[in-house]
Every structure is written in structure tokens, then in C-alpha cells.
């Protein structure tokens, strides 16, 4: 399992589009990248995954450059409603090997 | 759809009582987990198990765990005896495979005190 770092925490403003970038210099092939979003007194929820380039969804976009040795999650115009802690997963596909192991994430705060 | 279901949501309990704690995937996966949150442990992966059999119990503490998964729909955390410093929220999570690259559904939580 490819080993992450993420800063430990974040601060912005509401409306602000906020980037959270990971390293992941010794990720695999096979690897996927998966960011979860964990709010206050609930379990992670899955916000986006990629393998390359760029992908978006409703919620956010996941930039992966071409060497894929870190990936940025960019949030659009935040609101406080955005105040989570946000988890950058690396791992081998459907490896069942796999141990889905979560660091300690980065705690965005949004300010009003 | 139903999501992951545990229960209680709420436990407090008395230091050396035994504490089960249960959970019903969502229909159709495969692996379940077991996670505990702490502030200052952060989300600890404690077990997991694919096809209702345990993959990895390497994230248990100690023998005053277990797990037991005995049908694809359920599955019981035990603590016994419990201890003060088992409080923690503990997390059921399923996916329809082991992976990172299978999305994993987080249950709300069993919120443990023991005192």
C-alpha cells in the first residue's frame, strides 16, 4: 500500500475554491487514488477516485499529474458545509491484499 | 437503499462488562470492516473479513477483542471485559470487494464510553 502525505490541516474562506494535494511517491501501477470526506460525528464517506489526468464529479475534481507521484483535490466555491476532514487513500485496484488503511487526513476548516 | 446498519449508537458502560457491538453490511458485498476512532489515534482499522472470513486481524489490540462475521449480513464486534480505554467510536464499513479501489460504506457509528 502506497505510503500518503497530506498536510494535517487547512483553513479558508466560503466561496474560495480550496486544492488539498497528496504525495504519493512510491505508488504502484495498479494503483488507484481515492479521497473520502469524513464530517464531524459520522463515518468517511467516498468522494472521488481516479487513476489518471483529471476527474470530476458533482462534488469535486481530482487533478493526477502524468508521473501520478501526487494527486490534488480541488473543492469548488466551499461553504462551512465543507468543514470535514479529508482522507487521500492510494492502493492496488481490487488487490484484496490491500489493507484500506486511513491516515489522519487534512482538517479543512472554512471560515464564513 | 439501506446502508450499513449498526447498532447500539450509543453504548455506556461499566469497566469489565462485555460490549457487543453489531452490524449489517449492505446487501451484496463482500468485505466488511471493522474500524475505531480516536482523537488521538485517529481511524484504526481493526478486522476485516471477505466472504464472511477473516482476512486480517492484525489491527485487534488485544484478546479482549473479537470479531465473528457468521453470515453475509451480520456481524458482531465483542470487547470483554471492556476498559476505560476502549472508549472510541467504532465504525462497520462494506464494500463490495477488499481494495482500495472498491468504494467503502461506513455505517454511523457505535459511540462506546466506558467508565
Known amino acids: 500500500l502506497a505510503k500518503t502525505t497530506q498536510p494535517i490541516s487547512m483553513d479558508s474562506y466560503e466561496g474560495q475554491e480550496v486544492n488539498i494535494t497528496c504525495s504519493h511517491n512510491?505508488?504502484?501501477?495498479?494503483?488507484?487514488i481515492t479521497w473520502y470526506q469524513q464530517f464531524p460525528s459520522q463515518g468517511p464517506r467516498f468522494i472521488i477516485q481516479?487513476?489518471?489526468t483529471k476527474v470530476t464529479n458533482e462534488v469535486a475534481s481530482l487533478f493526477i499529474p502524468a508521473d501520478r507521484k501526487s494527486s490534488t483535490l480541488s473543492l469548488p466555491r466551499v461553504s462551512l458545509s465543507d468543514t470535514a476532514v479529508y482522507y487521500c487513500?492510494?492502493?492496488?485496484?481490487?488487490?484484496?491484499?490491500?489493507?484500506?488503511?486511513f491516515g489522519k487526513g487534512t482538517r479543512l476548516h472554512i471560515l464564513p | 437503499d439501506a446502508g450499513v446498519i449498526q447498532s447500539p449508537r450509543h453504548e455506556v458502560t461499566e469497566m469489565g462488562q462485555e460490549v457487543t457491538l453489531r452490524c449489517k453490511p449492505i446487501?451484496?458485498?463482500?468485505?466488511l470492516f471493522w474500524y475505531r476512532q480516536t482523537m488521538m489515534r485517529g481511524l484504526e482499522l481493526l478486522i476485516y473479513?471477505?466472504?464472511?472470513?477473516?482476512?486480517?486481524d492484525s489491527g485487534m489490540p488485544e484478546d479482549r477483542f473479537s470479531a465473528k462475521m457468521p453470515n453475509a449480513s451480520f456481524s458482531t464486534l465483542k470487547i470483554q471485559p471492556s476498559e476505560p480505554r476502549d472508549s472510541a467510536v467504532y465504525f462497520c464499513?462494506?464494500?463490495?470487494?477488499?481494495?482500495?479501489?472498491?468504494?467503502?460504506?461506513f455505517g454511523e457509528g457505535s459511540w462506546l464510553t466506558v467508565v
Open positions: 464499513a462494506s464494500s463490495r470487494d477488499t481494495g482500495v479501489g472498491n468504494t467503502i460504506y
Open positions: 512510491n505508488i504502484a501501477t495498479n494503483d488507484y
Open positions: 481516479g487513476y489518471k
Open positions: 487513500l492510494v492502493g492496488g485496484g481490487m488487490n484484496r491484499d490491500d489493507k484500506i488503511i
Open positions: 446487501s451484496g458485498h463482500n468485505s
Open positions: 473479513f471477505n466472504n464472511n472470513v477473516p482476512i486480517d
